[in-house]
């Protein structure tokens, strides 16, 4: 059986070396069918893109040739990244910085992957808040089911950082929606879907 994360996400996957030294499997979404989620919501492509926790800048670098205005932010930053997502950094399109430290993001599709699994209850209010001008909020991280799934399926869910917040699903609907989110459970993509409310 393969391991579990390329079952949940068998579309994109690609390794890189952390600040650990170790070489990890990142698994993501691309962002050609996130802009096809925000096409089918809004009747038009994404124009401008952010990644909160860009890494080595795969998901940004893919989204700017796509022809979208692209940038993100990561807390931390890898000690090697190739060549050609070097510019990214250098040209601040990626930040190193915490989304915390941000003002509100602008720009019409967020993505996050993984990343609001690493903040406190409370942080994860503060940041929800940063994205309340986007349009789509995209989010995949891992939840207790997948926990289960992935130890019935004889695996361990590992990753380099130590993730806070591992909930049920439906704990993490309810905490969109209470952030001012309309949230849905994109099952084909594996992926939280979350519009802001916006007050009429
Ligand atoms: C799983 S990686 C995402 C990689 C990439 N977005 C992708 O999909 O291929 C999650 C990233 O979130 C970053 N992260 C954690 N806390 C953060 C924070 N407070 N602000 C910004 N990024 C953060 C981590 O450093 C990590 O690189």
Request: proline content about 6%; some cysteine.
């Amino acid at each position: 059986m393969p391991h579990y994360y390329y079952q949940k996400y068998p579309y994109l996957n690609y390794n890189y070396r952390d600040t650990d030294g170790f070489i990890w499997t990142m698994f993501s979404i691309p962002p050609e069918m996130l802009v096809a989620e925000f096409a089918n919501t809004f009747g038009r492509p994404p124009k401008t893109f952010f990644d909160c926790g860009a890494a080595t800048g795969v998901i940004v670098w893919r989204a700017e040739r796509m022809g979208m205005d692209a940038r993100g932010i990561d807390i931390k930053k890898y000690p090697y990244q190739c060549s050609c997502y070097d510019e990214l950094f250098k040209n601040g399109k990626i930040q190193i910085k915490s989304i915390l430290d941000s003002e509100p993001i602008i720009a019409d599709l967020v993505f996050c992957n993984g990343t609001l699994t690493y903040f406190t209850e409370d942080e994860l209010a503060q940041v929800l808040d940063k994205f309340r001008p986007c349009k789509m909020l995209c989010a995949i991280h891992n939840t207790t089911e997948d926990v289960d799934a992935a130890k019935a399926n004889g695996d361990e869910l590992t990753t380099c950082n130590k993730p806070r917040l591992i909930r049920p699903r439906q704990w993490w609907m309810d905490t969109f929606a209470q952030n001012g989110f309309s949230p849905r459970y994109a099952a084909h993509l594996q992926c939280f879907c979350a519009t802001p409310v916006r007050s009429a």
